[in-house]
């Protein structure tokens, strides 16, 4: 996938969803400010903004990220060591035993043999 591509994908996945995530949970906050305020009662403009501000910020950061992942995975080609994935069940087993003595790469090393 090309970068526009990809960005055009991921902001139309993340547009519905960010409305959720960004305004409702202001909703408890304006009502208590509204209620208790600390100076005066702040007004729907200035909410607006905030609303803004927050709205914006993934959408301005998003060809960021992306541009930095496509550049990554051009580079990793020239980087002398390889990805390793982390297997989370590795992680969960160390909390009910010690597992300082074994190296963390074996269960990848064995999962990749033939």
Known sequence: MTFWDTLTQQLRGMSPGMLVWVVLPLIPFIIAEQIWPVHRKPRIRDYGMNILIALTTPYLAMPL???AGLWSKQVREWLPW?????HVQRYRQCAHR??????PGDDLRAARAP
């Not at 390889?82 to 982390?86: C, E, H, K, Q, S």
């Not at 010690?98 to 190296?103: E, G, K, Q, T, V």
């Open 82 to 86: 390889g990805a390793d994935l982390v």
């Open 65 to 67: 990220g992306i541009a």
């Open 98 to 103: 010690r597992c300082s003595s074994r190296d």
